[in-house]
């Protein structure tokens, strides 16, 4: 998987960064998006805030921003074409490979590994794979949606290694 990773802030290490890298790559694996791309930007309270009031409405901070790439037109190859010329399968897989962006708040993120009583690794790894899934199509309206998404997010953290302490 490709990320771009920007630290708005610069109080992120590139320790940390790697291990977000990294949990995102492992994360990528175990729902079979391996050959993705997408965007992480560490921001603050204050940038957080207007991210979420310009794409989401909401006026007010949040812990992350997750942004699904969906284009606004949708190329559709019948699946004959794509068996008959590999090439315009595998451009086709390339050119669909973004699948958006996440804005992660390192001011929220230390305030709720607080409050929650675990690391600040923990809770940046939790806000990275949140967001991940949520720009896979994972959501969290109904009760089925939320029990599927964060037992998810739980055995990918667990699976690699990132339990509440």
Same mark, same amino acid.
């Given at each position: ?16 960064? %790697?291990? +977000?890298? /990294?949990?995102? =790559? ?7 998006? #391996?050959?993705? &791309? ?35 037109? %949708?190329? +559709?190859? /019948?699946?004959? =074409? ?7 399968? #595998?451009?086709? &897989? ?51 949606? #939320? ?19």
């Amino acid at each position: 998987m490709y990320i771009e990773m920007v630290d708005e802030t610069g109080q992120v290490s590139q320790d940390m960064q %790697e291990q +977000i890298l /990294d949990l995102l =790559d492992f994360a990528a694996q175990k729902i079979g998006k #391996e050959k993705k &791309e997408m965007a992480v930007t560490f921001v603050d309270n204050k940038r957080v805030h207007e991210v979420n009031l310009e794409y989401r409405g909401i006026d007010r901070p949040t812990d992350v921003v997750s942004l699904e790439y969906n284009p606004e037109t %949708e190329i +559709i190859f /019948d699946e004959e =074409d794509l068996l008959d010329n590999p090439e315009l399968a #595998e451009m086709m &897989e390339d050119f669909d490979s973004y699948i958006g962006e996440l804005y992660i708040s390192i001011d929220k993120a230390r305030e709720q590994a607080e409050d929650y009583g675990h690391s600040f690794e923990r809770e940046m790894g939790f806000l990275a794979v949140h967001g991940f899934l949520h720009v896979n199509g994972y959501d969290h309206y109904t009760p089925e949606e #939320e029990a599927e998404m964060f037992g998810l997010q739980e055995e990918i953290l667990t699976a690699y290694g990132l339990t509440r302490e």
